[in-house]
Nanobody, 121 residues
């Protein structure tokens, strides 16, 4: 099996920064894509940023210029550096990855449990 574990969430004031981390572990053969989604109360889960195995990145318009996604392939870890945070960024942030495992050699989606990010005004 594969597990994704997030860390780095917390409470910050508007204009502050946080760095989220997500480490994948388990019977991993390879990881195709890693990324971040978020879900605010009463809202649908939305994509924040993704990064491919080749290092290509895509960002939602509302975070361009403020957030940066990166990846450490040797550690099976993805990061999200969040700068200039605003109250509207408040949400639970979920790690996402498509992974091939020894148990299931076909690429399959996996989700972390989420980490809370709260931005106060």
């Amino acid at each position: 099996q594969v597990q994704l574990v997030e860390s780095g969430g917390g409470l910050v004031q508007a204009g502050g920064s946080l760095r989220l981390s997500c480490a994948a572990s388990g019977s991993i053969l390879s990881i195709n894509v890693m990324g971040w989604y978020r879900q605010a109360p009463g809202k649908q889960r939305e994509l924040v940023a993704v990064i491919t195995g080749g290092g290509n990145t895509n960002y939602a318009d509302f975070v361009k210029g403020r957030f940066t996604i990166s990846r450490d392939g040797a550690k099976n870890t993805v990061y999200l550096q969040m700068n200039s945070l605003q109250p509207e960024d408040t949400a639970v942030y979920f790690c996402y990855s498509t992974v091939r495992s020894y148990i299931n050699p076909a690429a399959a989606p996996y989700w972390g449990q989420g980490t809370q990010v709260t931005v106060s005004s």
